[in-house]
């Protein structure tokens, strides 16, 4: 499964990083269940973990270690 990590703005349209959520790549919404706008700002999924990848959301980090082998 790939994944990669989509920022979660605190407005719609905004430019406030809220943080950031794991999302399978083909799927328009992220682990924890959130309906994300795909037009954010996107990293790798190995960006997770990283300075540049905070804040983080914990529902999908925890979910993240469970799928990646
Ligand atoms: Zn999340």
């Known amino acids: 499964m790939e994944h990669h990590i989509v920022a979660e703005m ?8 809220k943080e950031w959520h794991m999302v ?3 799927q328009s919404m992220s682990m924890c269940g959130r309906d994300l706008d ?4 996107q990293l790798p ?4 973990g990283t300075e540049q990848a ?3 959301c914990h529902t999908c ?3 993240f270690l469970r799928e990646v082998p």
């Open 45 to 48: 999924s190995d960006a997770w």
């Open 54 to 56: 905070r804040p983080f």
């Open 38 to 41: 795909m037009n954010q700002s």
């Open 24 to 26: 399978r790549t083909g």
């Open 10 to 17: 605190t407005e719609p349209g905004g430019s406030t990083l």
């Open 61 to 63: 980090g925890a979910l």
